[in-house]
Every structure is written in structure tokens, then in C-alpha cells.
């Protein structure tokens, strides 16, 4: 049925951030700041749908969150909520401009990237390619050389990166984040001067530069004025995780914030490893003048209320907090279960034993998930659902994509498209017999002086040692080809290789069908390389066929991949000291809250069951500090003694099943669990 009725079932607040402004020409600033589950999203997705209805040409609205996946799916909800208010459905692509902050500055530098003095065909590096390009430039210095301490080139790559996000001096960046990194400032300084020239040189850009170039053109006032022309409305969803640049380009492109809602918590900051700033989302109105309107939301539509409370115990611990506790009308009697096991494969087992038991009994395997810190700590959760044969969907990138196989296919794929890409050309050109990294070297140095790159390949030098094998190469780099029909050209090339190199050439192969298969959804390379580069797909447990679709899966993600979502019932796993807090974050006052906020965003992602997972002996991997061990864990600081009485908790091993009587032990307890550690 059409008509208002779609705003019907807001609640007051949220009507009023739906319906601020619209119709009144473009809207002032607009900033909803609430708590988890309040419906932050959903009433961001009724304002976009409202204004629709209103009249606004969705091409000119612009609509940025923190992942693919989020955009699309609230470009989805735009869809049906258009469709019941008007009776016809404003297609989802209609949209046009809903993505990240990357992603949508990945395509405005293309678009204009003659008039900003960029190549139009510019490479968009990964961390790993950029780690890669950082290490050639500490080469060719010589300080991995003479330094033999000298940061590795992860290291390297953080400190530059933070340093560029949070726009901040490499000395204050080094004394705050990498004190042990602070004696190599000169040489830093130089390094990454170096690694600039190269990325300059080589029509490269690396994931902060989607982000800083573009902040750097928005400085010219013309060009952001011609930018921010482009559209009537821009809003951005989980407003809190962004950083002093994404700041900085949405004032460029509205100055007078007229258009412009955004929507966060700051409960839910959990960014700032990457130098996102909660100051973003409390400085937001002061930043306008008049002051942009602030509208809070205080009821929590998602969770029960036992979970509400465990959550809310948790974050009401926290040093500052701008928003408030919240309520809900979802009464239940079950509380959060904390279930201590005595290792990660039981934990793994307890947590399958469950979900299956759940399944029996009609939760589908849809609505429910796992949550973890980081992608390893899934690591005996995957062994246990493939050797059970549940399908699963891991959020936050196919593994396939890191492999060697992958990465040569991608990096053809992007010398061809520009030869000057030194990282890529080292990989692929190896890869031909005979060539090594020197003959490698001499070949990317003529394709640089070459006017027609492309021409060039043909014009190069064969190398004394590759033969015919050179021949097929120039070929196969040459030969125009639509898209997607170029990446099966490069995969012909590639076969023999993949052959010769790897022993498990048929698995590999599967693997380079299925990537065929995911660029076959792509209109041209470009738009392919760059989301594969910056959001990667999601990885399924069935890798030999297409992402599974209809069927019933399980969803594994990190806690940072499962921002937003949410479930009918949630697993957390590992809720221990070292690994929320991880060891790394509890450094200073800043990142320990960090940590807290993360659990929090965990905890609240659950709408009528959570389970907490706690292994008694937990494997620590130390980043190469003091190696991989176990650690004899204990339950997170974050849930001291006093508010453990908002959780059900019990024991549970794989002989005994569940029982109650043995607490978990916590930071109180820890004569108990020292006496454990001999015991
Ligand atoms: P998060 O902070 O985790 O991103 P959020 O504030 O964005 O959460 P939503 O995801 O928009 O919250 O909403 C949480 C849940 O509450 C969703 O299932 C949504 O459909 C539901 N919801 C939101 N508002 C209402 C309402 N007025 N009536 C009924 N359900 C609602
Ligand atoms: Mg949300």
C-alpha cells in the first residue's frame, strides 16, 4: 500500500531525524548521535528514502559507510522502503554513489584524474603491495642494510600511514604510538620521502591516498565547490569510526553543512588504531555555523534486555562516554552465558554443539554468528564446522585473495594496465623462466622512459634467458581484450606457469575460475582491481563453487567486520585478558578504552542469546614480539566481579557437559588462577 505509512512504526525521535528539514529546500547540518541497536541505520536509510519521496534524484545523493557490504545493504533498505511508499521501487542502483570513503575516492580520482595530475589508469596498492614498495625504498637507501634494527617494513608502513590519517607530525606519531621506532626519525623521514617519489613515479596509490589525495584536491576551492555540486545530500553512517581527512573532506564538499546528516556512536569508536578520532563526532555541531542540530535516540530496538544490561554494565565502566545508557522494551530471562572451557578446541566444539542445538530447534544458521578479535582466533572454529560440514561465511575477505596465485593473476592485470607499477612488475616478470629480479629491473626501467607503455612491452629487450616464453608474454600483455574476457586472456598466459610452479596446480586453478566468475560481476578491470583491493569479498567455506546463496550458512567475522550488523544470537569467542584487551592495546589509557568499546560493539550485536567463550588455556600470537605460546588466560578485565551477576555463568568441558559450579576466574581471581597454572 503506498503512502506516509512508511514512517509509521518510527518512534519520535527517530520521525523527526527522517523528516528534518526535508522539503524545505537543502536541509541544514544534521548529526544523530545514539547507542548500539537505537536504529542510527535504519533511520538514516528512511531519511535517504524519505527524501526520495520527496523528490530528491537519488544520483545526487551520496550516501558513505564503513564497508561494501554496509552500503549495499542500506541501499537495499532504501529500495524497499521506496517501494511500500510509492508503490514502484527506486532501484538500489538508482543509488548510485553508496560506498566507503575509499571506494567513492578511488572513483572521484579517476574520474578527474587529468585535471588533478594523476594518470587515469593509476594502481591502487594493497597493504601488502605497499609493504612491498616500502621495503624497495629501504633497500634502496641501504637502511636494511646498515641498520639491522631498523623497523621492518609492516612497521614502517604503520607509522607512515598513521601519520598521514591522523595528519599528524611523524615525532609526535613516533613518541605517542612507536616509541621504540623514535631513533630512526631521521631515517624514517627520508624513507618515506622515498617511498612517495615512488608512488609518484610508478602512477601508484596506496589506501590512505585514496583518501588523502583526495582531502588535498577538496583544499582547492573551486575543485570541491565543482565536487561537492555533484550532490544535494550526503550522509554517512557510523560517523564516530572516521578520521581527521574524511573530516576534513566532507567540510570541503559542504562548507556550510547544508545537505549534509551524519549518524555514529561514540560508545562504538573502534578505530582509532587507524587514526579515526571520536572528536569527529562530538566537534560535528561546533563545526557549522549556526551549530548543526543533534538528535539522540534512547531505545534499543535489537536486544533483550539481560543483554542490554551486561552491555551497558560493560560500557558504563568507561572513562567518557557521550551517550546515554539505553532502554528496551524486550523483557527475557536469558542472561549472557560466560562459559569458561578448558581450551580453544573445546571452546570450538562448545560453540558448534550449540549453534547445531539451536538449529534443531529452528534458530536457522542465518541468524547466528561467531564474533572474534582477529581472523586467526577462528582458526579451530573452522577446522571444527568443516570436519561437522557446516557452511560457513567468513566475514572480511576471501583467503584466496592473499595467495600467490591470486596476487600473479591481479598483478598482470595491473601492468598491464600501467607498466610503471614496479611491485606488480617484479612479481609477473619473474614469473617468466629466465627472468630474475635483475633482467626484471632493466625491463621496468625501459618501460619507464617508454612514452606508450603498452607499445613498449614489444619494443623491450627480450631477456637473453626467456626465449619464446617472451614472445607469449609480450602477447598476452598486449593483446586488446573487453572486459571481463582480459582476465581469461591472462589466465591462459598463466596456466603453464601455474602448472610449473605449484605442485597443487588443480586446486589453484578453482581458485582463478571463481575469480573469474566474481569479475564477471564487474563492468571493467578497473572497478574490479579496486574492490578487490580496497573491500574484498567474502570468503565462503565452499571454495570450489560460487558463494553460496540460497542455502543456510553460519557467519564468522571479526568484531571490526561486524559493526552494524546484527544477530539472533551471538558467540564470542576467546573473552579473555591478551585477547580483548590483546596484549598490543593495553599500552595506554586510550587504547584500553579502545578495547572496551570493542567488546561492547561485540556484545551488542546480539538480539535474544549471547555467549561469551572464555578458554582456561589460550594460544597468543605475539606478532613476532616474544613469538607465538600459550597462556594460561584469564576472564577480560572488563567484566570485573561486580557486574558478573549480569551473566549466567558455568563451565563446560567435553566429558561433563555444562555445569555452574566453577567460576570463571577474572582479574579478582588471580591467586586462584597462578594455583591453576602449577595445578
Ligand atoms: P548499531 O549502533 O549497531 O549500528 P543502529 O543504531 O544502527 O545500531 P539499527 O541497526 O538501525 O540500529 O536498528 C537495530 C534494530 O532495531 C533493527 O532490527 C531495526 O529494524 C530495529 N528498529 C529500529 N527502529 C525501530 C522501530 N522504530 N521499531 C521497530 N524496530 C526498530
Ligand atoms: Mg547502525
Not at 571444527?384 to 600473479?408: C, I, M, Q
Amino acid at each position: 500500500m503506498a503512502g506516509a505509512g512508511y514512517l509509521d512504526k518510527l518512534n519520535d525521535n527517530q520521525r523527526a531525524a527522517v523528516e528534518f528539514g526535508v522539503g524545505d529546500g537543502i536541509s541544514p547540518p544534521l548529526l544523530v548521535i545514539a547507542g548500539a541497536g537505537s536504529g542510527k541505520t535504519s533511520t538514516l536509510a528512511h531519511r535517504v528514502a524519505h527524501l526520495i519521496v520527496k523528490g530528491a534524484d537519488p544520483r545526487r545523493i551520496l550516501l558513505m559507510t564503513f564497508s561494501r557490504r554496509a552500503a549495499t545493504e542500506l541501499a537495499r533498505r532504501v529500495e524497499r522502503i521506496t517501494a511500500q511508499a510509492m508503490g514502484t521501487a527506486v532501484a538500489a542502483q538508482a543509488l548510485t554513489w553508496a560506498g566507503t570513503f575509499h571506494g567513492i575516492g578511488a572513483r572521484i580520482l579517476r574520474e578527474h584524474a587529468l585535471s588533478i595530475g594523476l594518470h587515469p589508469e593509476f594502481s591502487i596498492h594493497d597493504r601488502e603491495d605497499s609493504a612491498d614498495l616500502m621495503n624497495l625504498c629501504r633497500h634502496g637507501l641501504g637502511f636494511s642494510k646498515t641498520e639491522s634494527r631498523f623497523p621492518a617494513k609492516g612497521t614502517c608502513l604503520s607509522i607512515y600511514s598513521r601519520a598521514v590519517n591522523a595528519e599528524a607530525p611523524l615525532a609526535d606519531v613516533l613518541r605517542d604510538h612507536y616509541p621504540w621506532c623514535a631513533q630512526w626519525e631521521v631515517e624514517l623521514k627520508k624513507l618515506f620521502g622515498s617511498y612517495v617519489s615512488a608512488k609518484q613515479e610508478q602512477n601508484v596509490l596506496d589506501y590512505d591516498d585514496l583518501l588523502l589525495a583526495w582531502a588535498q584536491v577538496m583544499a582547492d576551492a573551486g575543485f570541491a565547490a565543482h565536487i561537492g555540486a555533484s550532490w544535494d545530500h550526503v550522509l554517512v553512517d557510523e560517523y564516530q569510526d572516521t578520521n581527521r581527512l574524511q573530516a576534513r573532506i566532507l567540510k570541503a564538499l559542504k562548507p556550510d553543512g547544508r545537505g549534509l546528516t551524519v549518524v555514529g556512536d561514540d560508545a562504538q569508536s573502534i578505530y582509532a588504531f587507524r587514526a579515526a578520532t571520536v572528536r569527529n563526532i562530538l566537534d560535528f555541531p561546533s563545526n557549522f555555523a549556526p551549530p548543526a542540530n543533534v538528535i539522540t535516540l534512547d531505545r534499543n530496538y535489537r536486544s533483550a534486555r539481560p543483554i542490554l544490561d551486561a552491555a551497558n554494565a560493560v560500557i558504563g565502566l568507561a572513562r567518557e562516554r557521550f551517550t546515554k545508557n539505553l532502554w528496551t522494551e524486550r523483557a527475557s530471562d536469558r542472561k549472557p552465558r560466560l562459559v569458561t572451557v578448558n581450551t580453544e578446541a573445546d571452546q570450538a566444539r562448545y560453540v558448534v554443539d550449540r549453534i547445531l542445538e539451536d538449529r534443531e530447534t529452528g534458530t536457522r544458521l542465518k541468524d547466528q554468528a561467531v564474533l572474534f578479535r582477529t581472523s586467526s582466533h577462528a582458526a579451530q572454529l573452522e577446522a571444527e564446522l568443516t570436519r561437522r560440514n557446516v557452511p560457513y561465511v567468513k566475514f572480511g575477505g576471501l583467503k584466496f585473495l592473499d595467495s600467490a596465485h591470486v596476487k600473479d593473476l591481479l598483478s598482470f592485470l595491473r601492468l598491464a594496465r600501467n607498466s610503471r607499477d614496479r611491485v606488480a612488475g617484479f612479481r609477473v616478470l619473474q614469473l617468466i623462466p629466465g627472468v630474475g629480479p635483475k633482467a626484471a629491473g632493466r625491463i621496468l626501467d625501459a618501460l619507464d622512459l617508454a612514452s606508450d607503455p603498452r607499445a613498449a612491452f614489444a619494443d623491450v629487450a627480450p631477456p637473453a634467458r626467456a626465449g619464446a616464453d617472451w614472445a607469449g608474454f609480450v602477447e598476452a600483455m598486449t593483446t586488446p581484450a573487453p572486459w571481463p574476457a582480459a582476465l581469461g586472456l591472462a589466465r591462459t598466459w598463466y596456466d603453464p606457469h601455474l602448472e610449473r610452479i605449484h605442485e597443487d596446480a588443480e586446486a589453484r586453478r578453482a581458485d582463478l575460475l571463481q575469480l573469474e566468475q566474481i569479475a564477471a560481476g564487474y563492468q571493467s578491470a578497473e572497478a574490479f582491481l579496486t574492490d578487490l583491493t580496497l573491500d574484498p569479498p567474502d570468503a565462503t567455506s565452499d571454495l570450489a563453487g560460487p558463494p553460496l546463496k540460497d542455502e543456510d550458512y553460519l557467519i564468522l567475522s571479526t568484531i571490526h567486520s561486524a559493526k552494524g550488523q546484527e544477530w539472533k544470537s551471538v558467540y564470542l569467542l576467546n573473552a579473555v585478558d591478551g585477547c580483548i584487551p590483546s596484549d598490543l592495546g593495553t599500552g595506554s589509557t586510550h587504547e584500553l578504552e579502545e578495547e572496551r568499546r570493542l567488546l561492547y560493539v561485540a556484545m551488542t550485536r546480539a538480539k535474544d542469546q549471547l555467549t561469551l567463550g572464555l578458554p582456561l588455556r589460550f594460544y597468543v600470537q605475539n606478532q613476532g614480539r616474544n613469538g607465538d605460546r600459550h597462556v594460561y588466560a584469564m576472564r577480560t578485565r572488563f567484566i570485573p566481579k561486580d557486574i558478573l551477576d549480569r551473566f549466567d555463568a558455568r563451565h563446560w568441558s567435553p566429558t561433563q557437559g555444562d555445569s555452574q559450579a566453577r567460576p570463571a576466574p577474572g582479574s579478582i581471581d588471580v591467586a586462584a588462577s597462578m594455583r591453576q597454572m602449577w595445578g
